[in-house]
C-alpha cells in the first residue's frame, strides 16, 4: 500500500477557491455590496539611545585588561636574543624530550640542527611510571587500542 503526496491536490483545490471567490466578488451589480474603509497608515521608526555609562564600563575593562597583560611582558629585552613564538621554540621551553640540546638559549635553527631528521609519532608510551599519552620516537609509542583510557 502506497500513497501519494497530496500536496499538489491542495494547492491546485486551494488555487481553484481563490480564484472562484475572486470572479463571484468581482461580477456584483448590487451598490450595497461596495464597502468604503478610512484608514490612517503610520510607520514605526526604530529609535536606539545609547547608554554610555555601559559604553564606558566597557571600555575601562577592556583597558583593565589590556593593563593585566602588560606585565607578561616586562622584562622581553633581558633575553639576550630574538624570541618567536615558533612551535619548536615554544616546545623547548617547555622542556619537549626530543628537542633537548646542550645549549638552553638555542635559537630554532640550532634546535632542528641538533633534531635533525628524527620522526616524531603521538600516541601511547609505556614508562616506569604506566603508559600515556605522549610525543615519541616512532619505535617507542604506539597507537591507542579501541577502549584504552588514559588519566591527565
Same mark, same amino acid.
Not at 491542495?10 to 450595497?32: D, K, Q, Y
Not at 604506566?130 to 615519541?136: C, D, K, P
Given at each position: 500500500?502506497?500513497?501519494?503526496?497530496?500536496?499538489?491536490?491542495?494547492?491546485?483545490?486551494?488555487?481553484?477557491?481563490?480564484?472562484?471567490?475572486?470572479?463571484?466578488?468581482? !461580477?456584483?451589480?448590487?451598490?450595497?455590496?461596495?464597502?468604503?474603509?478610512?484608514?490612517?497608515?503610520?510607520?514605526?521608526?526604530?529609535?536606539?539611545?545609547?547608554?554610555?555609562?555601559?559604553?564606558?564600563?566597557?571600555?575601562?575593562?577592556?583597558?583593565?585588561?589590556?593593563?593585566?597583560?602588560?606585565?607578561?611582558?616586562?622584562?622581553?629585552?633581558?633575553?639576550?636574543?630574538?624570541?618567536?613564538?615558533?612551535?619548536?621554540?615554544?616546545?623547548?621551553?617547555?622542556?619537549?624530550?626530543?628537542?633537548?640540546?646542550?645549549?638552553? !638559549?638555542?635559537?630554532?635553527?640550532?634546535?632542528?640542527?641538533?633534531?635533525?631528521?628524527?620522526?616524531?609519532?603521538?600516541?601511547?608510551?609505556?614508562?616506569?611510571?604506566?603508559?600515556?599519552?605522549?610525543?615519541?620516537?616512532?619505535?617507542?609509542?604506539?597507537?591507542? !587500542?579501541?577502549?584504552?583510557?588514559?588519566?591527565?
Amino acid at each position: 500500500m502506497s500513497f501519494r503526496d497530496p500536496t499538489d491536490d491542495i494547492i491546485a483545490g486551494i488555487r481553484e477557491l481563490f480564484f472562484g471567490t475572486a470572479i463571484a466578488s468581482a !461580477n456584483t451589480t448590487r451598490s450595497t455590496d461596495v464597502q468604503r474603509i478610512t484608514a490612517q497608515e503610520s510607520y514605526e521608526t526604530p529609535v536606539y539611545t545609547s547608554s554610555y555609562r555601559f559604553l564606558a564600563l566597557a571600555m575601562l575593562s577592556s583597558l583593565l585588561g589590556w593593563l593585566a597583560t602588560l606585565p607578561l611582558f616586562m622584562g622581553w629585552w633581558h633575553l639576550g636574543r630574538a624570541v618567536s613564538l615558533s612551535p619548536i621554540e615554544t616546545a623547548k621551553a617547555f622542556g619537549a624530550p626530543g628537542l633537548s640540546t646542550k645549549d638552553l !638559549n638555542a635559537r630554532v635553527e640550532d634546535i632542528l640542527k641538533d633534531a635533525g631528521d628524527r620522526g616524531v609519532r603521538y600516541g601511547v608510551m609505556t614508562t616506569t611510571e604506566g603508559t600515556r599519552l605522549t610525543m615519541g620516537e616512532p619505535s617507542l609509542v604506539r597507537a591507542p !587500542n579501541a577502549g584504552e583510557r588514559f588519566r591527565g
